[in-house]
């Protein structure tokens, strides 16, 4: 090609000008111009070779291009011409391009119009959640305004507080002080010589830094300066539970004191009580104690022999001095806040109405639905210690009142509304009656006090014990695919892209985020494949009538069924229905743990009448049907695992009940231990649910 | 002389492919031979010549091909296919018949050689 070029070095500058312009409107192929504009230029060589002088070649060429025409034209025939030339597998991938780039071009205009649809509310399901929950009762008789002012007086606790509670409640917090408390116990003498040795370096701190180190352990977070350059410039913190035991492992080896490995920064511990401005004033003043390492390790020993020493192990042992000393400033701050609780809870229903502010862009089932009962759930914790500083304080009676107290506010929110509230209410109940248990097994109660409290637990369901209702679930669900749909248009409607993330907060995106931006392509294209609204709907109204009839089943009679506790709702095609997948409740598990608040309270109630036998008959009977027979117990508990009695077995001096739990075989009354840890409600692999006796310890 | 653009349109293929039938050419020297055999009546613009030349390769009645010429200079030089052969023989007959036609009208005085 290069020589093809050469030969036209000589033309006159008119019909260069004139090929290369017409080889830019020819718009084809760099190669095919390439070979065109040889040709050309050849011809205009040929045309010329016979002038003899400069300007007659000026004045040929110039004739020349006159003679090629409009150039326009030409450049138009030319590359007709060529693309005709061009073989057909060429053809067929230029075509393909073609067809590809219309296509793409027609998908952005049809993904534009499907990201802008709107949906249409038509129907309002939040009234009608309403007219289903709302009874035809006088609303004196309604307990939410007085769960609502407790809700308001409710004085949360401190970090400190939250701890010593968590000692006992959660297996972790609980696995280390157990820990912490046996390391104390086996170090006790060389810890005492250490104290002897260190306690002047607390003893010279001023009372003020005293007492902002103090406030540090309030919140569980101890503080050690970061020296460089010879000077502290930084502070971070450690755990008080890792600061003990790294003073702990100093003291037992012997060693000098070191920096503990850090935790984190002070931002890390900056609750806003938390005395970091003090701290870091003492850095710019350069007022950090001397021996500061000593000083807080003295206060960070006595806390945690103060908090782990006298710890028992019996997790329903009575409180501490300890605990008490800090928890029951705790309850009697919210002295107020319980009077409206108990005082709710004796209310024959609770009606809250759900509301939905149409101001507010932000409409999540989590908005709607669930913004009180976090605060509920802390009332309930806050009376459960209120509970068990009654029990120990020697007010019994207080005690099973506060218990009943607790089941009964239970009550307000099962069999109706969303299943989050159902199982919140689940758990309520199951607190009260597990509280119920430990005081049966830890006092001795009279023939009239458990008859007089077997009757007030039974009067508080005195149906059946209720199950999970999921009808307003489907109201919830109805209204979400409402809006997040579009109502007409091919198909039915669609799912709109920015809509249904709005409405359901899955993804939880921040509208001004730029991950929205990001997850936009995501979402429409998943849009795109997600099935029409009025296949969805017919779906979701498919499954929630399925579910309806299956959460009436026990647990067994599902497995003897071969439904799994993993609905059935999970194998059908994801990619077209995982709205569904992603909003509808485990109905199966979430109807599980309601038949486990049945059989606990119908377990509590058999417990109350073996006890009374025991009192009236001096042992226990051989059977439960002796219970139903002497007019103590109406029917012998179902265990929904079985579908058979609960498992009754006498013992010395004492009688074992439990259920065979979710693995449906009877381990003779074991619980499942799963990595050292107690699963007391059974795992799918092993244990039972043992009512009685009750658990009295963490298992090592 | 200047005729009629559909008319000579029409017989401008059939030109080409009677010259190349003679032997291969470039186009210059096609445009050239056009004008001496047509006695100079026949002219095709350099505008028309190389779209034709490229449409006829399309159809595959001649085929282009780079050789160096006499001078020593590139030139891509055009022949006669076989089915440009066959083309040639069906419009010539065409021809024949038009002219044997146009001759009854016009009392002999057109025909073709």
């Given at each position: 090609?290069?020589?093809?070029?050469?030969?036209?070095?000589?033309?006159?500058?008119?019909?260069?000008?004139?090929?290369?312009?017409?080889?830019?409107?020819?718009?084809?192929?760099?190669?095919?111009?390439?070979?065109?504009?040889?040709?050309?230029?050849?011809?205009?060589?040929?045309?010329?070779?016979?002038?003899?002088?400069?300007?007659?070649?000026?004045?040929?060429?110039?004739?020349?291009?006159?003679?090629?025409?409009?150039?326009?034209?030409?450049?138009?025939?030319?590359?007709?011409?060529?693309?005709?030339?061009?073989?057909?597998?060429?053809?067929?991938?230029?075509?393909?391009?073609?067809?590809?780039?219309?296509?793409?071009?027609?998908?952005?205009?049809?993904?534009?119009?499907?990201?802008?649809?709107?949906?249409?509310?038509?129907?309002?399901?939040?009234?009608?959640?309403?007219?289903?929950?709302?009874?035809?009762?006088?609303?004196?008789?309604?307990?939410?305004?007085?769960?609502?002012?407790?809700?308001?007086?409710?004085?949360?606790?401190?970090?400190?507080?939250?701890?010593?509670?968590?000692?006992?409640?959660?297996?972790?917090?609980?696995?280390?002080?157990?820990?912490?408390?046996?390391?104390?116990?086996?170090?006790?003498?060389?810890?005492?010589?250490?104290?002897?040795?260190?306690?002047?370096?607390?003893?010279?701190?001023?009372?003020?830094?005293?007492?902002?180190?103090?406030?540090?352990?309030?919140?569980?977070?101890?503080?050690?300066?970061?020296?460089?350059?010879?000077?502290?410039?930084?502070?971070?913190?450690?755990?008080?539970?890792?600061?003990?035991?790294?003073?702990?492992?100093?003291?037992?080896?012997?060693?000098?004191?070191?920096?503990?490995?850090?935790?984190?920064?002070?931002?890390?511990?900056?609750?806003?009580?938390?005395?970091?401005?003090?701290?870091?004033?003492?850095?710019?003043?350069?007022?950090?104690?001397?021996?500061?390492?000593?000083?807080?390790?003295?206060?960070?020993?006595?806390?945690?022999?103060?908090?782990?020493?006298?710890?028992?192990?019996?997790?329903?042992?009575?409180?501490?001095?300890?605990?008490?000393?800090?928890?029951?400033?705790?309850?009697?701050?919210?002295?107020?806040?319980?009077?409206?609780?108990?005082?709710?809870?004796?209310?024959?229903?609770?009606?809250?109405?759900?509301?939905?502010?149409?101001?507010?862009?932000?409409?999540?089932?989590?908005?709607?639905?669930?913004?009180?009962?976090?605060?509920?759930?802390?009332?309930?914790?806050?009376?459960?210690?209120?509970?068990?500083?009654?029990?120990?304080?020697?007010?019994?009676?207080?005690?099973?009142?506060?218990?009943?107290?607790?089941?009964?506010?239970?009550?307000?929110?099962?069999?109706?509304?969303?299943?989050?509230?159902?199982?919140?209410?689940?758990?309520?109940?199951?607190?009260?009656?597990?509280?119920?248990?430990?005081?049966?097994?830890?006092?001795?109660?009279?023939?009239?006090?458990?008859?007089?409290?077997?009757?007030?637990?039974?009067?508080?369901?005195?149906?059946?014990?209720?199950?999970?209702?999921?009808?307003?679930?489907?109201?919830?669900?109805?209204?979400?695919?409402?809006?997040?749909?579009?109502?007409?248009?091919?198909?039915?409607?669609?799912?709109?892209?920015?809509?249904?993330?709005?409405?359901?907060?899955?993804?939880?995106?921040?509208?001004?985020?730029?991950?929205?931006?990001?997850?936009?392509?995501?979402?429409?294209?998943?849009?795109?494949?997600?099935?029409?609204?009025?296949?969805?709907?017919?779906?979701?109204?498919?499954?929630?009538?399925?579910?309806?009839?299956?959460?009436?089943?026990?647990?067994?009679?599902?497995?003897?069924?071969?439904?799994?506790?993993?609905?059935?709702?999970?194998?059908?095609?994801?990619?077209?229905?995982?709205?569904?997948?992603?909003?509808?409740?485990?109905?199966?598990?979430?109807?599980?743990?309601?038949?486990?608040?049945?059989?606990?309270?119908?377990?509590?109630?058999?417990?109350?009448?073996?006890?009374r036998w025991r009192q009236e008959n001096n042992q226990y009977p051989a059977a439960l049907d002796e219970l139903v027979a002497a007019g103590l117990l109406k029917e012998p508990p179902v265990d929904p695992y079985s579908d058979k009695p609960l498992v009754y077995k006498k013992t010395n001096g004492d009688f074992t009940l439990y259920s065979v739990g979710p693995n449906f075989k009877d381990d003779t009354g074991e619980i499942a231990i799963k990595h050292n840890r107690p699963y007391k409600w059974g795992t799918d692999e092993d244990g039972d649910i043992v009512f009685w006796p009750v658990a009295k310890s963490m298992p090592r | 002389m200047k005729f009629e653009s559909q008319l000579l349109k029409g017989v401008a293929p059939v030109v080409v492919l009677e010259i190349l039938s003679g032997g291969q050419m470039y186009g210059y020297e096609l445009s050239q031979a056009i004008e001496q055999r047509s006695g100079e009546i026949l002219t095709l613009g350099k505008g028309t010549l190389y779209p034709l030349l490229y449409n006829l390769e399309a159809k595959k009645l001649v085929q282009g091909k780079w050789e160096t010429a006499g001078s020593g200079r590139k030139r891509r030089y055009y022949s006669i296919t076989g089915s440009g052969k066959?083309?040639?023989?069906?419009?010539?007959?065409?021809?024949?018949?038009?002219?044997?036609?146009?001759?009854?009208?016009?009392?002999?005085?057109?025909?073709?050689?």
């Amino acid at each position: 090609m290069s020589d093809r070029k050469s030969d036209s070095k000589n033309l006159p500058a008119c019909a260069v000008e004139y090929v290369r312009r017409l080889l830019k409107k020819m718009r084809y192929r760099r190669k095919v111009r390439d070979d065109v504009e040889a040709e050309l230029k050849a011809h205009f060589e040929d045309e010329l070779k016979d002038c003899k002088s400069d300007k007659e070649r000026q004045q040929r060429a110039r004739y020349l291009v006159a003679d090629f025409g409009d150039m326009k034209l030409l450049a138009i025939l030319l590359r007709r011409a060529k693309k005709r030339c061009r073989p057909l597998w060429r053809t067929v991938i230029a075509r393909t391009f073609q067809a590809i780039g219309v296509l793409i071009l027609c998908f952005i205009v049809y993904a534009v119009w499907f990201s802008f649809g709107e949906p249409t509310i038509r129907v309002d399901y939040i009234r009608l959640l309403n007219q289903m929950n709302q009874p035809q009762l006088l609303d004196q008789d309604n307990a939410w305004p007085h769960y609502e002012k407790a809700i308001k007086l409710f004085v949360p606790q401190s970090p400190l507080v939250e701890k010593v509670i968590s000692y006992r409640h959660h297996s972790g917090d609980r696995e280390d002080a157990m820990r912490l408390k046996k390391m104390l116990l086996d170090n006790e003498s060389q810890i005492q010589l250490w104290f002897e040795k260190n306690q002047k370096y607390w003893d010279n701190l001023t009372h003020e830094q005293q007492t902002v180190l103090l406030k540090c352990l309030e919140y569980n977070w101890v503080p050690f300066p970061i020296i460089a350059y010879q000077s502290p410039n930084d502070w971070r913190t450690t755990t008080l539970v890792r600061m003990t035991e790294h003073i702990i492992r100093c003291i037992k080896e012997d060693t000098e004191l070191t920096t503990p490995t850090s935790s984190g920064t002070l931002s890390l511990s900056s609750a806003p009580e938390y005395p970091s401005d003090e701290l870091k004033r003492w850095i710019e003043n350069n007022t950090i104690p001397p021996n500061h390492l000593q000083a807080v390790s003295v206060a960070v020993l006595n806390e945690a022999i103060k908090r782990f020493k006298n710890l028992p192990e019996d997790i329903s042992a009575p409180l501490t001095e300890i605990e008490c000393e800090y928890i029951r400033p705790w309850i009697e701050q919210n002295e107020a806040a319980w009077q409206q609780y108990a005082a709710g809870s004796a209310k024959s229903y609770c009606y809250r109405p759900y509301t939905f502010d149409p101001n507010v862009q932000d409409y999540s089932i989590m908005n709607i639905l669930m913004p009180h009962l976090a605060p509920l759930r802390r009332l309930v914790m806050m009376s459960v210690w209120h509970a068990r500083i009654n029990r120990d304080q020697g007010q019994l009676k207080q005690s099973i009142e506060d218990c009943l107290t607790i089941v009964r506010s239970a009550r307000h929110w099962q069999n109706k509304g969303s299943i989050i509230e159902q199982l919140v209410s689940q758990g309520i109940s199951n607190l009260g009656h597990e509280e119920i248990l430990n005081i049966l097994s830890d006092r001795k109660l009279s023939t009239a006090e458990l008859l007089k409290l077997q009757e007030q637990l039974s009067q508080i369901y005195p149906g059946d014990y209720p199950l999970m209702n999921l009808e307003g679930e489907r109201l919830v669900f109805m209204d979400v695919i409402q809006r997040s749909f579009t109502d007409g248009g091919p198909g039915g409607g669609h799912l709109i892209p920015g809509m249904w993330d709005e409405y359901t907060g899955y993804l939880a995106l921040d509208s001004d985020d730029r991950d929205k931006r990001i997850f936009m392509p995501f979402l429409t294209a998943a849009s795109m494949v997600h099935a029409r609204r009025d296949a969805t709907i017919a779906k979701a109204n498919e499954i929630y009538d399925l579910q309806s009839k299956t959460t009436k089943m026990t647990p067994y009679e599902r497995h003897v069924s071969n439904i799994k506790a993993v609905d059935e709702y999970e194998s059908m095609h994801s990619y077209r229905f995982f709205m569904i997948q992603i909003l509808m409740p485990a109905t199966g598990r979430a109807s599980e743990l309601a038949y486990r608040g049945k059989i606990h309270h119908e377990a509590t109630l058999t417990i109350l009448a073996l006890l009374r036998w025991r009192q009236e008959n001096n042992q226990y009977p051989a059977a439960l049907d002796e219970l139903v027979a002497a007019g103590l117990l109406k029917e012998p508990p179902v265990d929904p695992y079985s579908d058979k009695p609960l498992v009754y077995k006498k013992t010395n001096g004492d009688f074992t009940l439990y259920s065979v739990g979710p693995n449906f075989k009877d381990d003779t009354g074991e619980i499942a231990i799963k990595h050292n840890r107690p699963y007391k409600w059974g795992t799918d692999e092993d244990g039972d649910i043992v009512f009685w006796p009750v658990a009295k310890s963490m298992p090592r | 002389m200047k005729f009629e653009s559909q008319l000579l349109k029409g017989v401008a293929p059939v030109v080409v492919l009677e010259i190349l039938s003679g032997g291969q050419m470039y186009g210059y020297e096609l445009s050239q031979a056009i004008e001496q055999r047509s006695g100079e009546i026949l002219t095709l613009g350099k505008g028309t010549l190389y779209p034709l030349l490229y449409n006829l390769e399309a159809k595959k009645l001649v085929q282009g091909k780079w050789e160096t010429a006499g001078s020593g200079r590139k030139r891509r030089y055009y022949s006669i296919t076989g089915s440009g052969k066959d083309e040639l023989a069906k419009q010539k007959a065409q021809l024949k018949e038009l002219t044997t036609g146009l001759n009854l009208v016009f009392g002999g005085a057109i025909a073709l050689a």
